[in-house]
């Protein structure tokens, strides 16, 4: 059901804010509307926030990854508490990452010096005797190995002095000297040979000394790696402090953004309550302080205040799915407990299998356990495992497991010494009646969407439109229902015919004599009358669209009797019979999978366009109060005290 709302004016002494912004986080009552004519700066919780989450980020890869079903509850006392330890954690996360980074960098810029000279650690000569020498000059570099015959020949035939080095990734290196007269010449020169030369190091050691050093350094640099990321496991370890202080900065940062308005002697937050906890909030208030006030006022008619859903545990979980379409809006009639209903049936019709339901009993009832979702998807995940229950029931119905079939009703007879049976229908042999059943299921769907119709225009009093937009066509279907029946089922009872046609008919005339009262001429009444007539072809289209119900049972069951014959069809040997249990998993976790999907999909189809285009607005935003949101951790417990 739709709670109505009111707006609420809280009146404090400016010296009490604080105070009461961290009581209505608490309480969760009040959705606060923004003050737009101030602004809060919350730079500096921000940027510390965006601090938290990438050292949680950074830590996350030495540390071990959180568990599936990890679960961490603080107490609402642990939560408010501000605790040094998580700041110095920070901080200390924080240097050991930056000293690891320098690490790493240093590593990688070392041996980028120690790759370029290494091929030319056999020169044992001190690069400064290279460079102080008046009337040569050295150079080192690398060529293509291929081309070692050329360069040597070269090399030898102008008497170059030269000694070949190792090999690298680079080429073969290689050491010359050339006169200072003939520098420029044969460097041109090998550079035809493909020489690239490389500078030489500006130190006073030998390059053998100087890759020697490198070395030691890249060790020590890997032992300092080394030892930092063992510092950082063990700080990854405390990784839920950091978490639970994410949450806590960024409910500062909500708590921060709550604007007042001020008078001469006072300040004051405008919100929305429901009327249901109006009291509630004054207590909450009163707690804080004695000198406080609280006005009340109802919403204008210009004004669309939020939406506040209250529902049963069954109920509200389905509030997802019409969520997905549009909230309603609060002058409306909330159509959760009728959508909870029909989507549960719908779903598990279309899986329609004990082996599934079961499935899915097993895997979301065990999800729900472990993983304790929060939010929205918690609510997904209740459909899910609701649903399991109706395709564990629509399966009995159809006497399917697995595709296999199982009347679970002789079984029981066995039993008994009876011979009962639990199969209604199949689907697979027994198409058309599904079908019928199928195209009647979506009549009394749509009957349900035009009788909320009805109620709706008698709250808002418009009791013409009632009997013109929506008795009238319920009349017209339940007429059809008469003589379909009597046409299918009863073909000797001929009064259902009777009685189908009046019905038809009475809704047929009310349609054409008021479909069109809004037209202030009578040529525009009769044209209306006539299109209300005509929209009947609408509504045949929409019947049809419940056929999907036959075409998705079906093809879960053929999908699932199909990978059971394909398994049959390769037991003939222990290769075969092992061969035929992957068939059985694959091919039903397939199908199990599909099934979900396409039920998910079209069961939420049936109810937006089928059966909300018959009376739902929409067009609204739900009640939020302003409240503490967890993003990391699970959970905040509260005591008996502070729950009070």
Request: aromatic share 12%; charged share 20%.
């Amino acid at each position: 059901m739709i709670v109505p709302v009111k707006k609420a004016r809280v009146f404090v002494l400016e010296e009490q804010k604080e105070k009461l912004v961290i009581a209505l986080q608490k309480a969760s009552l009040l959705m606060i509307i923004p003050n737009t004519a101030t602004s809060v700066d919350t730079t500096a919780e921000n940027a510390l926030l965006q601090r938290i989450n990438k050292a949680i980020n950074d830590v996350n890869r030495y540390g071990k990854k959180k568990s599936l079903f990890g679960y961490q509850s603080v107490t609402y006392e642990n939560f408010m508490a501000d605790d040094r330890e998580q700041l110095a954690l920070l901080e200390n996360i924080e240097k050991h990452i930056e000293d690891l980074n320098l690490a790493n960098n240093t590593i990688k810029k070392l041996g980028e010096h120690h790759d370029k000279y290494a091929p030319f650690r056999e020169i044992d000569v001190s690069v400064s005797e290279f460079k102080a020498s008046m009337y040569a000059r050295y150079h080192i570099g690398h060529f293509n190995s291929d081309d070692l015959e050329s360069i040597k020949g070269f090399l030898d035939e102008k008497e170059i002095p030269y000694q070949l080095l190792a090999d690298s990734q680079y080429g073969s290196a290689l050491l010359y000297a050339s006169y200072v007269d003939d520098e420029e010449v044969i460097a041109k020169d090998m550079s035809t040979h493909a020489f690239s030369e490389v500078d030489l190091p500006d130190i006073t050691t030998s390059i053998k000394v100087y890759v020697q050093n490198l070395e030691e350094q890249i060790e020590q640099e890997k032992a300092k790696v080394k030892d930092l990321e063992s510092k950082l496991k063990e700080l990854a370890k405390s990784k839920n402090l950091l978490e639970l202080y994410s949450d806590q900065v960024q409910a500062k940062i909500d708590r921060k953004t709550v604007n007042f308005a001020a008078t001469e002697r006072a300040c004051y937050i405008d919100g929305w309550v429901r009327v249901d906890q109006i009291e509630q909030l004054n207590e909450t208030v009163k707690a804080v302080t004695t000198d406080f006030d609280l006005e009340l006022s109802d919403p204008s008619d210009k004004e669309l205040p939020p939406t506040a859903l209250k529902n049963n545990k069954f109920v509200s979980q389905f509030e997802t799915i019409t969520n997905m379409f549009s909230v309603p809006n609060p002058r409306e009639i909330d159509p959760n407990p009728f959508v909870s209903i029909w989507y549960w049936i719908i779903f598990g019709i279309m899986m329609g299998d004990i082996g599934y339901g079961l499935a899915m009993l097993g895997l979301f009832g065990a999800a729900l356990l472990l993983l304790k979702p929060k939010g929205s998807f918690k609510k997904l995940i209740y459909v899910f495992f609701y649903s399991g229950i109706t395709s564990l029931i629509a399966g009995i119905l159809f006497g399917s497991f697995f595709g296999a079939d199982f009347d679970l009703g002789a079984i029981i007879g066995n039993v008994f010494g009876q011979q009962w049976t639990s199969v209604v229908l199949n689907p697979v042999t027994d198409p058309l009646i599904m079908l019928g059943f199928s195209l009647v299921f979506g009549i009394l769907h749509i009957i349900n969407g035009l009788g909320l119709k009805i109620a709706l225009l008698i709250r808002r009093k418009d009791y013409v439109g009632a009997i013109a937009d929506g008795l009238s066509w319920i009349l017209v279907l339940v007429g059809l229902l008469f003589v379909a029946g009597q046409m299918v089922l009863w073909p000797s009872i001929a009064v259902l015919s009777y009685i189908g046609l009046a019905l038809a008919g009475l809704g047929g005339l009310i349609l054409l004599f008021l479909a069109g009262r809004k037209s202030k001429n009578v040529f525009g009444k009769i044209v209306g009358g006539l299109g209300a007539i005509y929209q009947s072809t609408g509504y045949v289209s929409d019947i049809l669209s419940y056929s999907r119900i036959l075409a998705l049972s079906l093809s879960s069951a053929v999908i699932a009797t199909t990978m059971n014959l394909l398994a049959g069809m390769i037991q003939g040997s222990v290769i075969g019979f092992i061969l035929s249990l992957l068939v059985y998993l694959v091919g039903h976790v397939f199908n199990f999978a599909m099934g979900l999907l396409s039920a998910y999909v079209h069961a939420g189809r049936l109810q937006y366009i089928e059966f909300f285009n018959k009376f739902y607005e929409g067009e609204g935003y739900l009640f939020e109060p302003f409240a503490i949101h967890l993003k990391r951790i699970n959970e905040i417990s509260f005591s008996r005290e502070e729950r009070r």
